[in-house]
């Protein structure tokens, strides 16, 4: 460690990442940027995570261990720990290309922006691009309109880069909850500043074995009313924002017919939706919840699959 502060603390959350871990931590020490403190929070793990983490022989690392306490719980302490300006976070499965925390400094030098972010590849999709490559770098004044124009989650906790003050000011990670943590902390963020898009498609998201966790209400469209009652909210970003909660509580109501809780569905659809807000996705949701509808929605599913493998065989 250098007696200089860093001007970058990266905080990695460690779970039972054995197979991967040391992949990722090669994916950091590569940086083109240097400039860098390298935290990683192991959140009780037993498969010998930590271990393999203390052996890699990183420089600049240090490895803080915690009783289990989740993936929010393991962010704050890395918060909590860093020196740096700015927090980059990475998760213990995904990677870096060496010029990502570059890409992402840079123009949070030059703009007032509290955080950038890059655009990722998606293992699921085989390496495309979370968004289209054609939309260029730019300043984000409205992340929720953003964010709707643009996969309707733009920002990841491995491609997104902060400031530390702005963290602890809008007030962390919220622990306890297992899903949705990350996307409430964007929101949250996103109501104090703006962000900077840098196209740059400089991260890679394990999503390929991502788990279905069962429906929880979203976060951030529960806190929403309050975070308007109290000014929170700038009046410019109330109705994107109230658009975006709206996104996602619709995206509830598919969990929840995913899951097989269709008069729950149709519920948050009635009494927690605006359907002319997105009049589309709100109807098909709905429909979903009707007997007839679930018929509609198994034979498109089975005729989805039977083009696939047409397709393919074609190919």
């Known amino acids: 460690m250098t007696s200089r502060a860093p001007v970058i603390s ?21 940086q083109e940027q ?8 192991d959140d009780g793990s037993t498969d010998g995570s930590a271990e393999l983490v203390k052996e890699a022989g990183v420089c600049d690392l240090r490895l803080i261990r915690q009783k289990n306490a989740g ?54 999709r085989a390496g495309q691009p979370l968004i289209d490559a054609a939309v260029r770098p730019q300043m984000v004044d409205d ?48 109501c104090r500043g703006p962000f900077f898009y840098n196209a740059r498609l400089s991260a890679t998201y394990a999503d390929a074995c991502s788990s279905s966790n069962r429906p929880v209400v979203p976060l951030f469209a529960q806190r929403l009313p309050g975070l308007m009652r109290d000014g929170r909210v700038p009046p410019v970003l109330v109705e994107s924002a109230d658009r975006y909660a709206n996104f996602l509580m619709l995206e509830y109501a598919r969990q929840l017919l995913d899951h ?7 519920a948050v ?5 605006v359907a002319r807000y997105d009049t589309r996705r709100f109807l098909k949701r709905l429909t979903r ?3 007839f509808g679930r018929m509609l929605f198994r034979l498109s599913r089975t005729d989805s699959a039977r083009w696939k493998v047409v397709s393919s065989a074609r190919d």
């Open 71 to 124: 993936v929010s719980a393991a962010r704050n302490r890395g918060i909590a720990a860093a020196q740096g300006k700015w927090i980059a976070f990475l998760d213990a499965d995904d990677l870096w290309s060496p010029e990502h925390l570059q890409g992402l400094l840079q123009p949070l030098k030059e703009t007032a922006a509290i955080a950038a972010i890059s655009n990722l590849r998606l293992e699921s």
């Open 289 to 291: 919840t009707s007997s």
């Open 34 to 41: 240097s400039d860098f403190e390298l935290i990683v929070i």
């Open 269 to 273: 659809l009635l009494h927690a939706c």
């Open 143 to 190: 992340y929720f309109s953003f964010a709707l124009r643009n996969s309707n989650y733009p920002a990841s906790s491995s491609s997104i880069m902060v400031r530390r003050d702005e963290l602890l000011q809008a007030g962390l990670f919220a622990e306890g909850i297992t899903t949705g943590e990350d996307i409430d902390m964007w929101c949250r963020l996103a």
């Open 10 to 30: 990266v905080v990695i959350p460690l779970y039972n990442k054995a197979h991967c871990i040391l992949k990722t931590l090669s994916s950091v020490a590569s």
């Open 260 to 266: 097989g809780q269709n008069a729950e569905a149709r």
